[in-house]
């Protein structure tokens, strides 16, 4: 599976914006897709993730009520899309696809990165 993310920008807080990641690859549809974050300094962390079939939807509690993921498996995208931006939503942006149909928290689980996008959020 390969994936190519998309959608990164320089926003104002309380702005939103719309990631966008594009996989190949056969067995895109039966893995679980995550995003998760890295902000300079700091270690990467889970955003949200989705069930292989969409059904179920996690999210860090930071981001809880903000952002939204969802996927298409007819066009092999998963997005993630971002309201009320804060200034600490600055990071570089990858998803991920994971080992399994299950989703999880943990960047372990996940065999494939996309290369990530980066979002600004300027307060």
């Known amino acids: 599976v390969q994936l190519q993310a998309s959608g990164g920008g320089l926003v104002q807080a309380g702005d939103s914006l719309s990631l966008s990641c594009a996989a190949s690859g056969r067995t895109f549809s039966s893995r679980a897709m995550g995003w998760f974050r890295q902000a300079p300094g700091k270690e990467r962390e889970f955003v949200a993730a989705?069930?292989?079939?969409?059904?179920?939807?996690y999210y860090a509690d930071s981001v809880k009520g903000r952002f939204t993921i969802s996927r298409d498996n007819a066009k092999n995208t998963v997005s993630l899309q971002m309201n009320s931006l804060r200034a600490e939503d600055t990071a570089v942006y990858y998803c991920?696809?994971?080992?399994?149909?299950?989703?999880?928290?943990?960047?372990?689980?996940?065999?494939?990165w996309g290369q990530g996008t980066q979002v600004t959020v300027s307060s």
């Open positions: 991920a696809a994971g080992r399994s149909s299950s989703p999880s928290d943990n960047a372990r689980t996940y065999d494939y």
């Open positions: 989705i069930t292989w079939s969409g059904s179920s939807t």
